[in-house]
C-alpha cells in the first residue's frame, strides 16, 4: 500500500534526531511482579489449593509452595492467595483458571499458565467478578485472555505481567486485560506483550498509569468509557495505541506512542468523542500519530492536544469530518511527512493551531522572543492531493510530486489549499520546560 | 507503477503548460464549485472552477452524455421511505424509485385495488402497515448469476419480505410471516433461487404468544425462513416454504452458499450473551450486554438437508409456517455454530464459494472461513462443544483459512473478477480492498462518512465484473450544502479499476431514508417492458378482469354500486362526468387504451385521497365511497400532451335527500 519505511533505527541515525532518544530507550524492566509472602498464611501444597479456598473464610491467607498447582480455582471474598515465583496454577483445557468471586479477594505474586481455550466464552487466566478485588503481582502466560475484570468497583490490577502468544495472528488472541462495567479502578504498571487489547468498555472512573502494551491490537480501547485517564503508558508496535470511542473525559498524558505503523495505524484515535486532553505524550512512527473523527463531536465541547511531540510519522494530525473544537497547542512537530492531513479535502482552519514548533517554519524571529515573526501557513498541494488521492502518497519525496508542489505555488490551476495556520509559530521546542513524566 | 508516475508527470506538465497561459489567475479557496465565467479551454474551465486533473479525470469517467445510457443499474435499498431506489452506473443518475411497503403516489402504488391489494399483504392482525424499513435486496439468480428477472427486499421493521419484477419494476407481493416480528437478514437467495432466505432479528416467542422477557432464554426465538420461490410464476410459494428455529442470539446477515458451499447457507448474529436490557431494572443495557462475549456465532445451515427433513413430516406448523423446531435441527446436522469476531455485519461467500469473508465491526481484521475445512470438522464431528440449545460448535482457529489486518471496523465485504475482496471499515470510513488469494492489504480508499455497506459490479455472484464500487456511507457531514440537521446519506462511486489505487469518482446524496445494501447488475441483463398488453394487470401481468376498450365505455349500476368502465387516452377520459349521490359506492375502472411508449396518464381525484397511475395498456380499480357531495374536478396527474391541461373532467356528488 505505502513504501515500507527504512527502520527506525536507520531513521534515527540518518536523522541524528536528540527527540528521538526517548522512544529508543529500552524497555522498563519486567514489572516487579515479585510480591512478599505474607506473614502469617497457610501453607498449600500442590494439589490443595481447591480444597482449601473451598474451606476458607474471609481473611484467610493461602501461600502457594513452588510447584504446579491445578486449576481452574474460585477465590472467595476475603481471601487472599499468594504465590512464589515458582508456584503457578495450571489450566487443566476449560474455562478461566482463578475466579475471583468474592468481595475483596486478592491474587498476588503467583503464576497462570494457559487457560481453556474457547474464545467464544472467554477462558480467561483470572476473572474478577466482585468489587475490591485484588490481582498483583501476576505472571501469566499462555492463555487465550488473561484478566477480566466484569461489573465491579476498586479493582486494583498492578505490576502484572501478561505476555500473549506471539506465534498465533493477532485476531486469534483474547484480551490481555478487559475491564466490563468496572469503574473506580486502578490498573498500574503492568506489562502486556502480544496480547491482544486492553479493553475498556462502558468502565468509567478508572485510572491506568505506568502500563507498558507492546505487540497487540488495541494498546488501551475506551468504548462508552468516560472520565478515564492515561498516564505515562508506554504503546509500542500495537495497530492502535490508545482508541477512544463514545466517550468524554478522556486524558491521556505522559505516554510514548511509538510505531503504530500498520496500514490503520494510529498512535491515538478518537472517534465521536470530545473533551478529550492529549498532552506531553511522544509520538513516533505512527502510520497517524492523532487521528481525529468527527470529535469534539458535541457544540460544547473541545479536545486539547498540547505539549507532544510528534516525529517521523506518516501524518502527525490526521482530521476527518468535525474540525472546530479542537485546539493545538504547544507542540513540537518535527520530520513527519505530513503535520496535518484532512480526509475528504477540506481544510483543519477551524482548529485552533498555537505556539506549536515546525521544523519547515520558514520565517524569522528578528526580536528573538521565540515566535515567528510570520504566522506558520501551510498550503499543500501534494497534500491535498494525497487526501484525496491516497496513490500519491507513493510519491512523496520524489522530484515528480515536487515539481507538482513547486508549481502549485507559482500558478493557479493548481492553487494549493491553506490547511492551517498557525500564528505564534515558535523557533524553540515548543513542549521545553513543560515537565513530563514519561518513563 | 510507472503507469502511475507517468501520470504525475502528466499533471506536472499540464501544471506547468496550464500555468504559462494563467499564471496571473487565483485558485478557489472555498471549497466550493465555481462557476464558469465563459471559459472555453478545459484548462481554463478547470481553474474557473477549482478542480484539478483528478477531478477531471472522475468527470470523465462518469459523465453520461444526454441520451447514452449506463453500463449499471444499482438496486439501493430505500431504507425508511419503504422503497427500493435505481440509480444508473457510472452516471449515479436516479431513476427510479419503486414503491414497495410504502404507499406512493407517483405509481399509485397502493391507491388503485391491485397495489392495495399487495400492501395488505404485508398487514398484521389489526394494523394497517404503511411503512417499511427496507435492508437489503437480492436480484433473482440462476447458477449464482444474477438473471435480472426478480429483485426481492426485506423489511426490518415488519419482518416483510417483496417480491419485485423487473419486467416493469413492480411490487406484486408481501408475505408477512406470523413468526416474526423483525427481520434483518432478508433477502438472500439461492444460486438458482430455489429459495430466498429471511432471518429474523430480534428474538420473539415465534408462536406469538406472550411472554415476558426474563423469560428470553426460554421462550424466545429466532428463525431463519426460506421461502420457496415459484420462477414460473413470479411468486413465493407460502405452501412449499419452511423455517428453521435456531437460538434466541440476534441473527443478523445472512448469505447462501454456492458453487462447492451449494446447498449450504451462513448467517451471522450478535448477542450470543443473550442480553435482553432492563437498564432500569437493574441488568446492563442491552447494548453493553450484548457486546460481552468476545466471540459470537455464525449459523451455518445445511438448507438442503433441512429441505428433506421439512418434506419427511419432521417440522410443525407454527402460525402457518412449517418449522424445523431446534433440536430437531441441531441432532439432525441442519445447524451448525462456527465461532466469529463479535459484533460482526457481513457474512460474505466469495465467488468461488470456498472463503466466507466475515468482518467484526469492533476488529481490525477480516476473518476468513474455509468450506472445506468446516465441512470437514462437520463430517469428522469434531466438536469443542454445544451452545446452550445443543447446537454443535466448530472449532474457530479450525475453521479459518486466516485473517487479513485490514483496519479499523471491517464490516461487509465484496468481490471483484480478480480475486479480490473490498471490505468496508465503518470506524475508519475506508474500503480496504485485498487479496483473497494471499490475504493479503492491497490498498485503501478514504470515503465520507461511517461507511455501511458497499457494492461491486455483479460483486456477490459467482462472476463478479468488478470495475466499480458503490460505498453507501451514513450522514454526509459536510459533503453537500446545509439542508438541516437531518443530513442526507452519501453514495460513493469508487473507480476499482486501477490496480495501483482506488478513487473516489463521485458523491452521489440519498436524501430519502437510510439505504443499507444494494447490488449492482449489468443493465443489459435487465428486459424491461415498455408497455402493458391492453388491459394489463400491472402486478399479475394477466389481463384484468374489469378491463375496458375503447368504445366499451360505460357507466352501470348494480347492486353494490355505481361501476364507471372507463378509458383514458390523449387527451380526454370517458367519460368525462361522472355523477353519483351520496352515499353510494363507486367502483372505477380504467384502463389506459394507449400502447405508446411514452403515453402515461394519471387519474387525480379532488378530496378523495385518490391517484392513479396508468401506464399504457395498464387497468386499474378503485372502490370507495362518495360520501361528501359536492364538485369534484378530477384530471391527469402526468403531463401526457399538448393538452393535459385540458385532460380534466368532473366527479359530482349529488346530495342525499333529507
Known amino acids: 500500500m505505502r513504501p515500507a519505511l527504512p527502520s527506525l533505527a536507520l531513521l534515527v541515525a540518518l536523522t541524528g534526531c536528540a527527540r528521538v532518544e526517548a522512544s529508543s530507550q529500552p524497555l522498563p524492566a519486567p514489572a516487579p511482579w515479585r510480591v512478599e509472602r505474607p506473614a502469617a498464611c497457610d501453607s498449600v501444597p500442590p494439589g490443595e489449593l481447591g480444597e482449601k479456598l473451598a474451606a476458607a473464610r474471609p481473611g484467610a491467607v493461602l501461600c502457594l509452595e513452588p510447584g504446579r498447582h491445578p486449576g481452574p480455582v474460585v477465590v472467595p471474598g476475603g481471601v487472599t492467595v499468594w504465590g512464589p515465583r515458582g508456584a503457578t496454577v495450571h489450566a487443566q483445557g476449560a474455562g478461566s483458571v482463578i475466579t475471583l468471586a468474592g468481595a475483596g479477594a486478592r491474587v498476588l505474586g503467583l503464576g497462570v499458565d494457559g487457560t481453556g481455550g474457547r474464545y467464544d466464552r472467554e477462558d480467561a487466566a483470572i476473572a474478577v467478578r466482585a468489587d475490591d478485588a485484588v490481582v498483583s503481582g501476576v505472571h501469566i502466560q499462555n492463555a487465550v485472555f488473561g484478566i477480566l475484570v466484569n461489573q465491579a468497583r476498586r479493582a486494583s490490577i498492578t505490576d502484572n505481567e501478561i505476555v500473549g502468544q506471539r506465534d498465533v495472528a493477532l485476531g486469534m488472541r483474547g484480551d490481555a486485560i478487559r475491564l466490563w462495567e468496572t469503574s473506580h479502578s486502578l490498573i498500574a504498571r503492568n506489562q502486556l506483550r502480544d496480547g491482544r487489547d486492553l479493553v475498556v468498555w462502558y468502565s468509567p472512573h478508572n485510572v491506568f498509569t505506568d502500563n507498558v502494551a507492546t505487540g497487540g491490537r488495541y494498546g488501551t480501547h475506551f468504548m462508552h468509557a468516560s472520565d478515564n485517564v492515561v498516564r505515562r503508558g508506554r504503546f509500542v508496535g500495537n495497530v492502535v495505541g490508545v482508541f477512544v470511542m463514545y466517550s468524554h473525559r478522556i486524558t491521556i498524558e505522559d505516554s510514548t506512542l511509538l510505531d503504530c505503523s500498520t496500514a490503520g495505524g494510529m498512535g491515538v484515535g478518537v472517534k465521536d468523542s470530545g473533551d478529550v486532553v492529549i498532552r506531553r505524550n511522544t509520538f513516533v512512527h505512527d502510520t497517524s500519530a492523532i487521528y481525529l473523527d468527527n470529535s469534539p463531536g458535541q457544540l460544547d465541547e473541545r479536545d486539547v492536544i498540547e505539549h507532544n511531540r510528534f516525529q517521523l510519522n506518516d501524518a502527525a494530525l490526521v482530521f476527518r469530518g468535525i474540525v472546530r473544537g479542537n485546539e493545538v497547542r504547544l507542540n513540537d512537530f518535527q520530520s513527519n511527512r505530513d503535520t496535518v492531513l484532512v480526509e475528504g479535502g477540506g481544510n483543519a482552519r477551524e482548529a485552533l493551531f498555537a505556539g506549536n514548533r515546525f521544523d519547515d517554519y520558514a520565517g524569522y524571529d528578528f526580536d528573538t522572543d521565540g515566535v515567528g515573526d510570520v504566522p506558520h501557513e501551510v498550503r499543500s498541494l501534494s497534500g491535498q492531493l494525497a487526501s484525496a488521492h491516497r496513490e500519491l502518497v507513493f510519491f512523496r519525496g520524489t522530484a515528480a510530486l515536487g515539481v507538482v508542489e513547486a508549481l502549485g505555488r507559482l500558478v493557479p490551476l493548481f492553487a494549493p489549499k491553506t490547511l492551517f495556520v498557525d500564528g505564534t509559530p515558535r523557533l524553540v521546542d515548543a513542549t521545553a520546560g513543560e515537565e513530563r513524566h514519561a518513563h | ?658
Open chain 2, 1 to 658: 507503477m510507472s503507469t502511475a508516475r507517468a501520470r504525475v508527470g502528466a499533471i506536472a506538465l499540464l501544471a506547468l503548460a496550464a500555468g504559462a497561459a494563467y499564471a496571473a489567475c487565483g485558485g478557489r479557496q472555498d471549497g466550493t464549485s465555481g462557476t464558469p465565467t465563459g471559459g472555453t479551454s478545459v484548462a481554463q474551465l478547470m481553474q474557473e472552477r477549482g478542480l484539478s486533473e483528478a477531478d477531471v479525470q472522475a468527470a470523465l469517467k462518469t459523465y453520461t452524455p444526454s441520451g447514452r445510457k449506463d453500463e449499471y443499474l444499482m438496486f439501493g435499498s430505500g431504507g425508511h421511505s419503504g422503497q427500493v431506489v435505481v440509480v444508473g452506473i457510472p452516471s449515479m443518475r436516479i431513476l427510479k424509485y419503486i414503491a414497495v411497503f410504502t404507499p406512493e403516489p407517483w405509481q399509485g402504488y397502493g391507491f388503485d385495488e391491485q397495489t392495495r391489494r399487495v400492501l395488505e399483504q404485508g398487514d398484521r392482525p389489526g394494523e394497517d402497515i404503511r411503512w417499511g424499513d427496507t435492508h437489503h435486496p437480492a436480484l433473482s439468480e440462476t447458477a449464482g448469476d444474477y438473471d435480472g428477472e426478480y429483485l426481492f427486499i426485506g423489511d426490518k421493521a415488519n419482518a416483510r419480505l417483496a417480491v419485485i419484477s423487473l419486467k416493469d419494476f413492480v411490487t406484486r407481493q408481501m408475505v408477512a410471516p406470523s413468526i416474526l416480528r423483525s427481520d434483518h437478514g432478508a433477502a438472500f437467495v439461492t444460486p438458482n433461487t430455489e429459495y430466498v432466505m429471511e432471518t429474523s432479528q430480534y428474538p420473539a416467542p415465534i408462536d406469538g404468544s406472550y411472554a415476558d422477557v426474563t423469560e428470553y432464554n426460554d421462550k424466545y426465538r429466532g428463525a431463519v425462513i426460506f421461502w420457496k420461490f415459484d420462477r414460473k410464476r413470479g411468486l413465493i410459494d407460502q405452501t412449499q416454504s419452511f423455517a428453521l428455529e435456531v437460538p434466541p442470539y440476534m441473527q443478523d446477515l445472512a448469505d447462501a452458499g454456492k458453487k462447492g458451499s451449494h446447498g449450504w447457507a451462513f448467517v451471522n448474529s450478535f448477542n450470543t450473551e443473550r442480553s435482553y436490557g432492563g437498564n432500569m431494572e437493574s441488568r446492563p443495557p442491552l447494548e453493553s450486554g450484548a457486546s460481552q462475549n468476545d466471540m459470537d456465532y455464525m449459523h451455518m445451515i445445511n438448507w438442503k438437508r433441512a429441505a428433506e427433513l421439512v418434506s419427511q413430516g419432521k417440522a410443525e406448523e407454527v402460525q402457518g409456517m412449517k418449522v424445523l423446531r431446534l433440536p430437531v435441527a441441531a441432532a439432525e446436522g441442519v445447524l451448525f455454530m462456527v465461532p466469529e469476531p463479535k459484533s460482526p455485519h457481513g457474512v460474505d461467500v466469495a465467488p468461488d464459494g470456498e472463503s466466507i469473508a466475515v468482518g467484526g465491526k469492533l476488529d481490525t481484521h477480516a476473518t476468513v472461513y474455509s468450506f472445506t475445512q468446516m465441512k470437514k470438522l462437520i463430517d469428522a464431528k469434531s466438536f469443542t462443544g454445544k451452545d446452550p440449545y445443543g447446537v454443535p460448535i466448530l472449532p474457530f482457529k479450525e475453521s479459518i483459512r486466516g485473517q487479513v489486518d485490514l483496519g479499523l471496523g471491517p464490516l461487509h465485504t465484496q468481490f471483484d473478477g480478480q480475486g479480490n475482496a473490498y471490505t468496508s471499515l465503518f470506524l475508519e470510513t475506508k474500503v480496504a480492498r485485498w487479496s483473497l488469494k494471499d490475504l493479503k492489504l492491497i490498498d485503501k480508499v478514504s470515503t465520507h462518512y461511517n461507511i455501511g455497506h458497499l457494492a461491486v459490479a455483479e460483486g456477490d455472484t459467482v462472476s463478479p465484473d468488478g470495475k466499480y464500487l458503490v460505498a453507501m456511507n451514513k450522514w454526509a457531514l459536510d459533503r453537500f450544502a446545509e439542508v438541516g440537521p437531518l443530513l442526507p446519506q452519501n453514495f460513493q462511486l469508487v473507480d476499482i479499476t486501477q490496480p495501483s489505487a482506488m478513487s473516489v469518482l463521485y458523491d452521489m446524496p440519498i436524501p430519502l431514508g437510510e439505504p443499507h445494501y444494494a447490488q449492482i447488475i449489468k443493465a443489459d441483463k435487465v428486459k424491461a417492458m415498455q408497455i402493458y398488453a391492453p388491459g394489463t394487470d400491472a402486478v399479475t401481468h394477466e389481463k384484468a378482469a374489469n378491463v375496458v376498450t375503447g368504445g366499451s365505455e360505460r357507466i352501470e349500476r348494480k347492486p353494490d354500486g355505481v361501476h364507471v368502465y372507463m378509458t383514458v387516452v390523449r387527451s380526454h377520459f370517458t367519460p368525462d362526468t361522472l355523477r353519483v349521490k351520496q352515499g353510494e359506492t363507486v367502483h372505477l375502472h380504467i384502463t389506459n387504451v394507449e400502447q405508446a411508449y411514452d403515453a402515461t396518464h394519471g387519474f387525480g381525484l379532488a378530496s378523495y385521497n385518490i391517484n392513479l397511475s396508468l401506464e399504457p395498456g395498464e387497468h386499474a380499480d378503485v372502490t370507495f365511497v362518495a360520501d361528501r357531495p359536492g364538485v369534484y374536478p378530477m384530471y391527469c396527474t402526468e403531463f401526457c400532451s399538448a393538452l393535459h391541461l385540458e385532460m380534466a373532467g368532473y366527479f359530482l356528488v349529488e346530495p342525499a335527500a333529507k
